[in-house]
């Protein structure tokens, strides 16, 4: 199977590849504040689930959706502010790698487009942020507080009034990938994508400018 047939078999292996690793590890860094994983895992599972139950996806990976979706309402009360459990490592690696290969099954089901609007809250925080650090010259392996989720705790949102904003942006998001699947233009993909990027930069934004 191939994402994009007219490219280089060689080029979108690796880019798979080293697009997983990153969101691997990019989960794991994301996962700084109570319920901020479970903020993005549900929209997305939910998403998924029906994904697949309209036969959009492949019924193994519809019941990886399930199962993360599940365990991820489970772990919720517990990962309430102020939290008494946490994912750490051990919870946020496994649970990147199980939405990469989602995303990847999604891709491969023709649906790049909603496999890219999904998460992209989270591509967009942490691949800028370490963009930014890149150009700022900084040390990229040490611990630090330059996401914008964490910016924007620094800027006088609450925890809550973070997490909420990451939710209801991801169910927007949800909206658009699933309009994409329904449509099935390219037209209308690059317009949903246009605005998927615009809502995402909003908030971005918005978490980034310090509260009055």
Known sequence: FRIVPDSPMWIERGVLLLGGLWFVNL????????????????????????????????????????????????????????????????????????????????????????????PLYYLADATLTL????????????????????RATDNGFTVIQVVSRVFALNFGLVALAGLTIYFRSAFVDAGLLIIGAGAVAIVLRSFATPRR
């Not at 930014?132 to 010259?137: A, D, G, I, P």
């Open 27 to 118: 989960v794991n860094f994301m996962d700084g504040l109570d319920w901020m994983t479970a903020a993005e895992v549900v929209p997305i599972s939910a998403a998924l689930i029906l994904i697949g139950l309209f036969g959009n996806l492949t019924p193994s990976t519809t019941i990886i959706a399930a199962a993360l979706g599940g365990a991820m309402i489970g772990f919720a009360p517990f990962n309430r502010p102020v939290a008494k459990v946490f994912l750490g490592d051990v919870g946020s690696l496994p649970i990147g790698l199980l939405l990469a290969w989602c995303f990847v099954e999604l891709a491969y089901a023709h649906h790049l487009v909603a496999a890219i609007l999904l």
């Open 131 to 150: 963009l930014r650090r890149l150009v700022r010259r900084e040390a990229i392996w040490l611990a630090h507080r330059s996401h914008f989720y964490q």
